[in-house]
């Protein structure tokens, strides 16, 4: 069993900036890629970034180039999303998410085996 544990969240005016973070523990030794999702009130959950085991590759969503930027420190179990010049409409509850049977940073939420509680971005305009 891998455990997630998402921190960084909060409200946060546009134009603003948040980093989240994202603690893996437990069998993290059987972690592959890991990847950032997040669903706003009403609507389906979104795919957001992922990040290769290496670090080597990431992935992200065409509304998060350029603004976001998503890193992993292995001697840590610990992966991050830093979130700059944020908009209302990046408001959601993000989660992490971790898959054991991949290695790519996939955008495909049904590869993902474990996933975190979640924390809330709110950011206002």
């Known amino acids: 069993q891998v455990q997630l544990v998402e921190s960084g969240g909060g409200l946060v005016q546009a134009g603003g900036s948040l980093r989240l973070s994202c603690a893996a523990s437990?069998?993290?030794?059987?972690?592959?890629?890991t990847g950032w999702f997040r669903q706003a009130p009403g609507k389906e959950r979104e795919f957001v970034a992922a990040?290769?085991?290496?670090?080597?590759?990431?992935n992200y969503v065409d509304s998060a180039k350029g603004r976001f930027t998503i890193s992993r420190d292995n001697a840590k179990n610990t992966v991050y999303l830093q979130m700059n010049s944020l908009k209302p409409e990046d408001t959601a509850v993000y989660y992490c998410?971790?898959?054991?049977?991949?290695?790519?940073?996939?955008?495909?939420?049904?590869?993902?085996?474990?996933w975190g509680q979640g924390t809330q971005v709110t950011v206002s305009s």
């Open positions: 437990g069998r993290t030794g059987s972690m592959y890629a």
């Open positions: 990040i290769s085991w290496s670090g080597r590759t990431t």
């Open positions: 998410a971790a898959s054991t049977t991949t290695r790519y940073a996939t955008s495909d939420g049904r590869v993902y085996d474990y």
